[in-house]
């Protein structure tokens, strides 16, 4: 049986244990009657990228 050490994924090599994902998507509003009024999503990528979100170094690997 294999072990799943693989797939554990470590902390950035600044120290950070904080990601953030990369946008891939955006909201859509429409103007009525003077205010803006969300509509919808769209999603423009379905790949999900992670960042560190203390030095944006790309994290490689992480298949969630």
Excluded: P
């Excluded at 994924?9 to 990601?19: A, D, L, M, P, V």
Aim: glycine share 4%; hydrophobic share 30%; charged share 25%.
């Amino acid at each position: 049986m294999k072990s799943n050490q693989s797939n554990i994924i470590k902390s950035c090599e600044c120290g950070s244990t904080e990601f953030i994902t990369e946008l891939n998507s955006y909201d859509v509003y429409e103007l009525i009657n003077g205010k803006l009024e969300f509509q919808h999503s769209e999603i423009i990528d379905d790949e999900i990228n992670f960042f560190c979100r203390n030095c944006s170094k790309e994290l490689v690997n992480a298949d969630s």
